[in-house]
């Protein structure tokens, strides 16, 4: 059976289209380009809070309307409509300002970065759900950070949300700078160490994501799958954003070992040590890495080395085209609705719900009346989740079934990889 919706695992048919695949719904919107956002931001990003007004008196009804079209996104701009003679409309009415200023700060991949793409769609949800405006702008690097988010907070920013490591310094100077001023940086610790101090500013939180029992889930997935008993697994550096991957993928597969008797073999994580690329933008060293752990037998593969899987999706194709049947394990984003290339040979994807997790930060800011706290996207809230993956042959329905009730257990905190 499939896994029910409300459990942290998506589970969809697959459609055809010519990059393979299609998933719908929040993982297959279309990519989020800097003209588009223009068009629904304008300068800055500021996007537009504006109210449909509409008076009708009697049987009379709207007889003309114009609305603005901001990106696909249709935003009502103004609206007209003819009223009886007899009807008093008032002179000017006044909308009331939103009850926030939420902003966004990109690091130096800009829009086109996945993890910058799924935060603005946050930050879009938050702007059509909640009663806030939003803004955004974009960093290359550290040179223009500091200036950027300053920009940011004199327009009028409340809550500032910056994305990734690359931000850290920035964030923890203008926390300090802005104590009036709420932070919160996406994916990256904030505790008493560098760069935050100890103690911490008392205005800057941290959202990280426990992608260990996502990857748990799906090294499960991988031991119910392999046809070879042999699975593979590598990392950028032996760093927590590589191994927490690397670590639950080890442990599901275990799990599975132990529930079923079989034995897996996993290359490229002991638990202590393991396979690492050394890079973040190497594409040739994912593609190397990738194509050794198939010579080794490994026929499903979790390469935690975003942003160059496509080197992976490159390798298991090329493999896969000369009889072999890998599939991959993709991580931190969809990249299997993104990439064509990846699509084919995606078995599933331990997803860090970059939106989800903005859309809950803004909420907090204005529930709490701008006090931010950090917070742990995982399974239970479903700030990690597995997904999606194909229907049958390719992922029976017992072990469908069988990772629905490990989903459950592990969110419960009834199973904790690694303990027991």
């Known amino acids: 059976m499939d896994p029910p919706d409300d459990l942290p695992i998506r589970r969809v048919p697959a459609a055809a289209h010519p990059g393979g695949p299609e998933v719908p719904g929040v993982l297959s919107r279309p990519p989020l380009t800097r003209r588009g956002l223009e068009a629904m931001t304008g300068t800055r990003g500021m996007v537009v809070m504006a109210a449909l007004l509409v008076a009708a008196c009697g049987e009379a009804g709207p007889q003309a309307s114009t609305t603005t079209s901001t990106g696909g996104n249709p935003l009502p701009a103004t609206s007209t409509t003819a009223l009886p003679a007899t009807t008093t409309v008032p002179a000017t009415t006044t909308v009331p300002p939103p009850a926030g200023v939420a902003c966004l700060v990109m690091d130096s991949t800009g829009p086109a970065g996945q993890f910058n793409r799924a935060a603005w769609r946050g930050m879009e949800r938050a702007a059509a759900d909640l009663d806030v405006a939003v803004r955004w702008a974009e960093t290359s690097g550290p040179d223009d950070q500091d200036a950027e988010i300053g920009a940011l907070v004199d327009d009028g920013c409340g809550l500032v949300i910056t994305v990734g490591f690359e931000l850290a310094v920035a964030t923890s100077e203008a926390a300090r700078h802005h104590p009036d001023v709420a932070f919160v940086i996406l994916d990256y610790p904030v505790g008493p160490f560098e760069p935050w101090g100890d103690p911490p500013p008392d205005n800057v939180a941290g959202v990280t994501f426990r992608v260990v029992d996502g990857a748990f889930l799906a090294g499960y997935l991988a031991a119910g799958v392999t046809e070879t008993g042999v699975v593979g697994t590598y990392g950028s550096l032996p760093i927590a954003a590589s191994t927490d991957f690397m670590e639950g993928f080890r442990l599901g597969a275990g799990h599975h070992d132990s529930v079923h008797g079989t034995v897996t073999r996993v290359l490229g994580w002991d638990g202590t040590s393991g396979d690492f690329i050394r890079t973040f933008d190497d594409m040739a060293a994912d593609r190397a890495a990738t194509a050794d752990l198939i010579a080794r037998g490994a026929d499903v593969i979790l390469p935690a080395a975003l942003p160059v899987s496509r080197g992976a999706c490159e390798a298991a194709s090329e ?60 399974l239970a809230n479903r700030g990690v989740v597995l997904g999606p993956f194909p229907p049958a042959p390719d992922v029976p329905a017992e072990l469908a079934a069988e990772l629905s009730e490990l989903a459950v257990a592990v969110a419960g905190g009834d199973l904790v990889p690694g303990e027991g």
């Open 319 to 378: 493999a896969n085209a000369g009889g072999a049947e890998v599939r991959l394990v993709l991580t931190h984003t969809d990249l299997a609705a993104r990439m064509p290339v990846c699509s084919p040979v995606a078995l599933a994807s331990v997803v860090k719900d970059f939106e989800q997790m903005v859309v809950d930060a803004v909420a907090e800011f204005l529930r709490s009346g701008g006090v931010v706290a950090s917070s742990e996207g995982n």
